[in-house]
């Protein structure tokens, strides 16, 4: 494969690199700030699982240099073109006012603001590996599940917190909004995969309960799988509003999607801690017992904006759904957003860049580096580039 | 809508079969003294007879969880017991068999009574049975690290003992337990960040506390995803051992002294403990976290490391001893790359500092298709052969040793022998019996074996570079003599020769000066007359009988090659007057004789047919001479196939087998059957002699020599030999095809090569090795066709057993994942996927009695762009609207366009038509309707559809209907990706489009064509969102009656549900209900299918079969 093959297979791998974004993944969060308004109001940010550190940098760039990404920054003009050729975008009026709106869109996107700078920004990154410093981040090296990493975050957030006298692992002065897009290595056994997924899910909502103010937004990164009804329940057990969306830039063929949880309302009398952390154990189950309304499903409409009309479903099946539930789906991006799924044909006299930050280094890094010292795998040449 | 109101029954789904990764494996030792293979196999425990392969019995264990984990009880010594009963586990359920249950199971009967689900309270990687205080207890340990007791409660079900302990929480990706005695067992975990810890957990709570730490491994660079805690190994009478052996994400096996000793040393365990594990530590990757000081204490309880597999290691486990008195003993590795692994370790017990050791990679044996072992087993017992058995993603289960009486089956022994020339001669001298005709130099190095054959299972003859023969008897072992030669022989044979087998008994032999000889046992060799040439080759014609043969003798640089023919009336091989003209630079490579026609093949990969022209010319003419267009490669064999004198099979070093069908002519043949088997070069072929024969195949992979079974896709013998290009010798028993005799050079040493029976044994057979993309049925449900990111399609046929299915072909030509699948008929199948594929491949069945489909690749789309980076999403095939040889075909492309072509069955060649191209969003299904437009749905939740500007352009004279392609209809029915999509035609272009979407809801689409065919009238879309908790990825309209149509859906969130929609009254509305919704083993579930009345297939990991009957 060539090396512009890969800018021609992933339209947003090659976007990141134009765009000057650590990882593809910085337009998924964009995307879904496009859609639920993740940033507004919003000045105390806690970025777990943060590296490469794409998602910090689009905290950094949003909320302390205060650029503007409008929609031009994943729009495929192409596309736009082709769908009012194909009447996507029907009436001549709309037309007009969605070429405005483009227009508007051009101006915004990426424009940097300093006079309305957000006072007391602060944006605290956590990871095992290590993240390259951004501007206004405060990066930490810890375990996220480990229960010595609590007093860190409050600390980071707040510096006169002290641990020595404060006898809870609350947050004096809470955060608005907890995002996480860490996941595993996947295995391929899928179970399992889901399982640590899910752990991973729970170790950043565990730091979020002590951390998040009542009100705050909770996002996400989890795998849809067998049993993610559970896993949705359990989640509205802490919020007003669960969402599962997928970004147009993250991959219809992937099963990752994220969770967007909104207006952090905790249980009467519930306290977070990571000495008893939630995911393993009884405690969530118990706490859905004495959740007073139980969660039902959205309440159908007659036929929505796209002339779709809802069915009053009628389920004869006799299956047992206690404490599943199936978190409404949104799509995040727009139609004219580029096809994370698609190819697309590369401009004359196109060169690929070379990706902002190199990939982290795997485990296995040395074992490839003995290989290659010793003539390649299993006899096989490497034929160094 | 109630259901009494519903004229209909509710429809409701059954799982009637199902293939699934083997998840767990565990090897049960019953006292009858035959040991049995218990496999996870989704949430199904199946027991087999490791001696039979037999299934025993099978026993659905959880409701919807799959198996990950099956403990047998084992008594202290290891011998079989029926005590204790099987401890099984997945996720967060456990239950234990009890051992009245385990009885039944071994008899074949499963227990109709199992106890309740017990629910732990996080995930389990490990679980054992053991027996305190007279009583049976259990132990789990979870991912976090914590250790759950249980006790049996006295209806059987499984109660808590005692609260969760644990010394800390990291998350594991691997633990091992194992009961000490003494109210003690140790633990091991290994943690997701690279670390291992080792603590001991009391059962009794009288000590101070119930745990103690006693090491924390650093050193691996990546999560640890096997542990194994030794058994006390004791090399030398008193000094005991204990080993722990882990493997990990960074490809290297390490083994740890655990040894109890070095505790006691240790002063104060539990101040260790809250250093180590206390406070908030880097635990990172990459060498860059330092590593505290009691770390690096325990980094030097690290006794050996070695790199191995070419991939992730997914479980590592002690094998058996293999010198006590030299401290060594094996340990086997299992990977994501489907191999398993021999290491053997050598321990160096004297150092004071405790034992310190190495790794020395033995062998590798591939076992699986595709990625993954995800499950082991080793059982080591005193006196022997350790079964080792291996579960992989593909459904297979591969199993060594654990046979009872091995020797007996094919007469073969097991032996593998490496001779030097010196070593050879050494053995004749040394024998009474035997003797040289004259004196030969030792330690001479340009005396060397050249050519081997065989005289028969029994007795294997070697040329020499100094022109003597050597022969050996196997009784046991090869024993050594020399065949008598006048000495004009061996200065004749002297430096070159060639020798052939070519009948039971017989060998014959050249030599340069152009003379050809025959040799039997106990007969003196003769001359059988000289050619006009160096001989180069000796090609045995397959003989009706052994009594007569015949073989064609070629030599250099000739315009003809001779037959050598043996007739038994008069005792005599000759050369007759029959020779076969060879063109100009011809060389043969092969023959044989196919009905009345001998066939040759060339060093350049021709087949030519000899026709016999019933004159009595002295010489035979080519008939017909071609080869396949891909190859030069030489042709190593032609095979007729058995029971058939039309069909015949030919090797080729280019690592294809071919199989023709010689036409009535006798002359011309046809291609019917094109497959390469993993082999990189074959160099012959046979079939057995069994009711069903099956074809055995040999050759070269890399450095590999490869045994084969073509029929069962099964590698019988894989020998290291140093490559390809060497002389061997190859035999097998014709009714036990895994028993096998090999003789070959390698390093100038002769090597003898013996087995009595397959090493690896295949227990189950298993399907593909990745996630299945597509699955269809041929039209009158005869095979079924299924497709995966392997990129292999494989076709199947309903086993004969009326349970699963039997593999009849492997289709490997894809290059990247294949997206999707159709038959036409029978006998033509089209697939298409990544770098712009796609395939049409003629499937047809043989005559002969070789029980097997054949199968070729009749034509390839060609249209390809320069990159070939584009992925073809889809494709749909109709014959409905251009004339009576041509096919249009419709292909949708990852650019987001569509193009149609015409596909000619007799010019096998794709003919452009016209082109559509979208908005950028990629399509992901594309059918025809049955007016001839062209239904598309896109990852944008759109259908849309295209029609020609004119359908009727030149219907009959067989051209590409190239009028450009417009939108007719586009319809937003999902917020993203539609992932599913089938369509009714209820009666007159009256369509029933039925989606599945990213957005996890299920859409239907009722839509019909005006009567002027003007455009389509769109009479509702109805959604029911939230149908499934993930992607909707399959989905197939099972009814499609005017009143009711009902559709199968599969998701990831592994449900299968069925739906019913009636619509409203007067045609408006659209009820829909909920049929059944069940659990699905089926992972990342990529397609489903109807494979016959009643019932549906899903892929995805692995394949299922559901039936759907009205409920009663």
């Known amino acids: 494969m060539g090396k512009s093959s890969k800018d021609k297979r992933d339209a947003y791998y090659r976007l990141a690199k134009e765009q000057g974004w650590r990882a593809r993944s910085a337009f998924k969060l964009l995307q879904l700030d496009e859609e639920f308004n993740l940033f507004e109001n919003v000045t105390r940010v806690v970025d777990l699982c943060a590296a490469p550190g794409s998602w910090s940098q689009v905290l950094s760039r949003v909320l302390i240099k205060n650029e503007k990404f409008g929609r031009c920054a994943w729009e495929d003009r192409e596309a736009q073109f082709r769908q009012r050729m194909l009447n996507l975008i029907p009436s001549a009026s709309s037309q007009d006012d969605s070429q405005q709106e483009t227009k508007q869109d051009v101006e915004m996107a990426n424009t940097q603001d300093e006079t309305t700078a957000r006072p007391d920004v602060k944006i605290v990154s956590i990871d095992l590996q290590p993240i390259s410093p951004l501007p206004g981040v405060i990066t930490l090296r810890a375990d996220i599940t480990h229960p010595a990493t609590v007093p860190l975050l409050l600390k980071a957030l707040d510096p006169s917190y002290d641990p020595e006298t404060s006898t809870n692992q609350q947050a004096q002065h809470p955060v608005d909004l907890v995002i996480s897009d860490g996941a595993p290595d996947v295995t391929g056994l899928h179970d399992l995969d889901i399982y640590v997924q899910s752990q991973l899910l729970f170790a950043a909502l565990n730091l979020a309960l002590c951390v998040l103010k009542p009100g705050g937004k909770f996002v996400a990164k989890i795998f849809r799988g067998r049993n993610v009804d559970l896993l949705y329940a359990q989640l509205k057990v802490f919020f007003e509003k669960v969402h599962v969306a997928k970004p147009r830039s993250s991959r219809a063929s992937s099963v990752e999607a994220f969770i967007v949880c909104i207006n952090f309302q905790p249980p009467e009398g519930f306290k977070a801690s990571l000495e008893e952390p939630l995911g393993v154990g009884s405690r969530l189950a118990e706490l859905q017992e004495q959740q007073q309304d139980p969660i039902s499903q959205s309440e159908p409409s007659k036929a929505d904006d796209d002339g779709i009309t809802e069915v009053i479903l009628e389920d004869l099946s006799g299956s047992d759904n206690k404490n599943r539930w199936i978190a409404p789906f949104i799509a995040c991006g727009d139609l004219s957003a580029f096809d994370s799924d698609a190819s697309y044909k590369l401009a004359a006299g196109h060169v690929s860049l070379p990706p902002v930050q190199p990939p982290t280094a795997p485990p296995y890094k040395r074992a490839i580096e003995l290989r290659r010292q010793n003539g390649g795998a299993y006899g096989k040449p490497v034929v160094a580039k | ?1112």
């Open chain 2, 1 to 1112: 809508m109630s259901q009494t109101s519903t004229p209909h029954p509710r429809t409701q789904l059954q799982q009637s079969f199902v293939l699934s990764p083997i998840t767990a494996l565990e090897i049960y030792h019953a006292e009858s003294n035959s040991s049995y293979l218990l496999a996870g196999e989704d949430t199904w425990l199946r027991i087999y007879d490791v001696a039979t392969s037999r299934l025993v019995s099978q026993l659905r264990v959880f409701n919807s969880q799959p198996i990950h984990g099956i403990h047998a009880w084992k008594s202290e010594d290891g011998t079989p017991t029926t005590e204790g009963g099987f401890l099984i586990w997945g996720g967060q359920s456990v239950m234990v068999l009890p051992p009245s249950s385990v009885a039944s199971l071994i008899q074949g009967t499963a227990p109709t009574e199992l106890p309740t689900e017990f629910q732990a309270p996080d995930w389990i990687y490990d679980g054992i049975l053991f027996s305190c205080n007279g009583e049976t207890l259990g132990a789990l340990v979870t991912a976090h690290n914590e250790i759950v007791t249980l006790k049996l409660s006295s209806d059987g079900n499984l109660l808590e003992l005692g609260p969760v302990v644990s010394p800390s929480r990291p998350i594991l990706y691997s633990a091992n337990l194992m009961f000490l005695g003494d109210n003690t067992i140790l633990v091991a975990g290994g943690t997701v960040f690279g670390e291992i810890i080792v603590w001991k957990y009391y059962l009794d709570s009288c000590r101070p506390s119930q745990w103690e730490v006693l090491y924390v491994f650093g050193g691996h660079e990546g999560s640890i995803f096997g542990v194994t805690i030794s058994p006390e190994l004791e090399f030398s009478p008193g000094s005991k051992f204990r080993l722990l052996a882990s493997c990990s994400d960074d490809r290297t096996i390490r083994i740890w002294d655990i040894t109890n000793r070095h505790l006691i040393v240790r002063e104060n365990g539990m101040e260790i403990d809250s250093k180590a594990l206390g406070e908030g530590r880097e635990t990172g990757f990459g060498g860059n976290s330092e590593v505290k000081e009691e770390n690096k204490k325990d980094s030097t309880r690290c006794v050996a490391v070695a790199m191995g597999h070419l991939s992730r290691i997914w479980h590592v486990k002690f094998g058996e001893y293999t010198s006590r008195s030299n401290g060594s003993i094996n340990v086997y590795s299992f990977g994501e790359d489907t191999t398993r692994q021999k290491w053997e370790l050598s321990l160096d017990l004297t150092g004071s500092e405790g034992p310190k050791g190495a790794l020395k990679h033995r062998t590798t044996d591939g076992c699986h298709n595709g990625k993954n072992i995800w499950s082991a087993a080793v059982s080591n017992r005193e006196g022997r052969a350790s079964i080792i058995a291996t579960g992989g993603a593909d459904g297979k289960i591969v199993v060594s040793g654990g046979l009872s009486n091995s020797a007996s089956e094919g007469g073969f022994e097991d032996f593998d022998l490496n001779l030097s020339f010196d070593d050879v001669l050494e053995h004749i001298q040394k024998n009474s019996e035997t003797s040289l005709m004259s004196p030969l130099a030792k330690g001479d190095p340009r005396q060397a074996f050249q050519k081997y054959a065989f005289l028969s299972d029994s007795r294997v003859v070697s040329t020499t570079s100094p022109g003597r023969i050597f022969m050996a008897d196997i009784q046991g072992k090869p024993k050594w003599r020399e065949v008598q030669l006048p000495a004009e022989v061996v200065a004749d044979l002297r430096s070159y020769n060639v020798m052939k087998t070519v009948a039971a008994d017989t060998v014959v032999l050249g030599s340069a000066a152009g003379n050809v000889y025959v040799l039997q046992s106990e007969k003196p060799i003769r001359s059988v007359g000289q050619l006009p040439g160096k001989i180069q080759d000796i090609l045995p014609l397959v003989a009706a009988d052994a009594q007569n043969w015949q073989a064609v003798v070629t030599v250099l640089g000739a315009d003809r090659a001779y037959i050598l023919s043996f007739n038994a009336s008069t005792n005599e091989p000759s050369f007759g007057d029959v020779t076969l003209s060879l063109k100009e630079n011809y060389i043969p490579t092969a023959a044989a004789r196919v009905g009345s026609v001998i066939m040759l093949g060339s060093r350049v990969g021709f087949v030519t047919s000899y026709p016999n022209s019933g004159d009595a010319t002295d010489v035979l003419f080519p008939g017909c001479s071609c080869r396949d267009p891909k190859t030069k490669d030489a042709i190593t064999a032609i095979v007729p196939l058995p029971g058939c004198s039309r069909e015949f099979l030919t090797t080729c070093r280019d690592g294809i087998y071919r199989m023709y069908t010689l036409r009535a002519d006798n002359r011309t043949f046809s291609l019917r059957h094109e497959i390469s088997p993993p082999m990189g070069m074959i160099e012959g072929a046979w079939f057995t002699t069994a009711e069903n024969p099956e074809l055995i195949l040999h050759g070269f992979k890399g450095k590999q020599f490869i045994y084969y079974n073509a029929t069962t896709s099964a590698v019988l013998a894989s020998l290291e030999c140093g490559g390809a290009h060497r002389s061997f010798a190859i035999i097998s028993a014709l009714s036990n095809p895994n028993a096998l005799r090999l003789v070959f050079t390698k390093s100038s040493h002769l090597r003898f090569y013996s087995q009595s029976s397959t090493f690896l044994r295949t227990i189950k057979e298993g399907g593909h090795g990745r996630e299945i993309r597509a699955v269809a049925c041929s039209s009158s449900f005869k095979y079924i066709a299924t497709a995966a990111e392997d990129t292999v399609i494989r076709i199947w046929t309903h086993s004969p057993t009326g349970q699963g299915f039997k593999c009849l072909a492997t289709l490997e030509k894809h290059s990247s994942g294949i997206q999707s699948l159709q038959w036409k008929g029978d006998s033509t199948l089209v697939s298409c996927g990544g770098s712009e594929e796609l395939f049409i491949w003629d499937i047809t069945r043989l005559e002969s009695d070789y029980e097997t489909i054949a199968v070729k690749c009749e034509a390839v789309w060609n249209f390809q762009s320069k990159d070939k980076d584009l992925r073809i999403m889809a494709f749909s095939w109709s014959t409905n609207y251009i004339g009576e040889y041509h096919n249009e075909f419709a292909i949708a492309l990852s650019n987001s366009t569509i193009q149609t072509y015409a596909y000619g069955e007799r010019t096998q060649e794709f003919e452009f038509g016209s082109e559509a191209k979208y908005t950028g969003a990629c399509p992901t299904q594309l059918r025809f309707l049955s007016n001839g437009d062209i239904l598309v749905a896109y990852t944008d939740g759109h259908i849309a559809i295209w029609t020609r500007t004119d359908l009727n352009i030149n219907p009959d004279v067989g051209h590409a209907n190239n009028s450009p392609l417009r939108l007719k209809l586009l319809l937003k029915v999902h917020q993203s990706s539609i992932k599913s999509l089938d369509v009714v035609d209820l009666e007159d272009c009256h369509y029933v489009i039925s989606t599945g979407g990213d957005d996890n809801a299920l859409v239907i689409t009722d839509l019909r064509m005006e009567e002027n065919d003007v455009k389509y009238v769109v009479s509702g879309r109805y959604r029911v969102s939230s149908a499934h908790g993930a992607a909707v990825t399959g989905m197939k309209i099972v009814r499609d009656d005017t009143d009711m149509i009902e559709v199968v859906t599969v998701s990831n969130d592994q449900r299968i549900k069925l739906w019913r929609a009636v619509p409203g009254e007067g045609g408006q509305g659209m009820e829909i209900s909920l049929q059944d919704n069940r659990y699905s083993g089926i992972a990342d579930v990529g397609d489903v299918e109807v494979i016959e009345s009643g019932k549906v297939l899903v892929g995805g990991v692995g394949m299922e079969v559901w039936d759907f009957n009205p409920f009663k």
